[in-house]
């Protein structure tokens, strides 16, 4: 098992940034891929981004392209979304996650976050 924990969320201003992380726990000896989904109210569940294992390769959803960078942490078990240019659409729940390859279909994701709340005001 792994469990995962967000942090970083909150309430910011169009036009602001937003650094949100996640720690893995568990089963962090296995080379996982990590990243984002994000769902906001009434909407389906969106592919934000995600990268391998050793963060060689990346993936990104096309409404964030350009503006949202993931990156894995120091600690291998570790991964960043650094949010910018933040625009009121982008509010949601984002919720990590994790599993042994990338894919864009959440019902692939082995593992998942609680979520954290993200708010962007206009």
């Known amino acids: 098992q792994v469990q995962l924990v967000e942090s970083g969320g909150g309430l910011v201003q169009a036009g602001d940034s937003l650094r949100l992380s996640c720690a893995a726990s568990?089963?962090?000896?296995?080379?996982?891929?990590m990243g984002w989904f994000r769902q906001a109210p009434g909407k389906e569940r969106e592919f934000v981004a995600a990268?391998?294992?050793?963060?060689?390769?990346?993936y990104y959803g096309d409404s964030v392209k350009g503006r949202f960078t993931i990156s894995r942490g120091a600690a291998k078990n570790t991964i960043n979304l650094q949010m910018n240019s933040l625009i009121p659409e982008d509010t949601a729940v984002y919720s990590c996650?994790?599993?042994?390859?990338?894919?864009?279909?959440?019902?692939?994701?082995?593992?998942w976050g609680q979520g954290i709340q993200v708010t962007v005001s206009s």
């Open positions: 996650i994790a599993n042994p390859s990338v894919t864009t279909d959440p019902s692939r994701w082995a593992y």
């Open positions: 990268a391998s294992w050793n963060g060689g390769s990346k």
């Open positions: 568990g089963r962090t000896s296995l080379d996982y891929a």
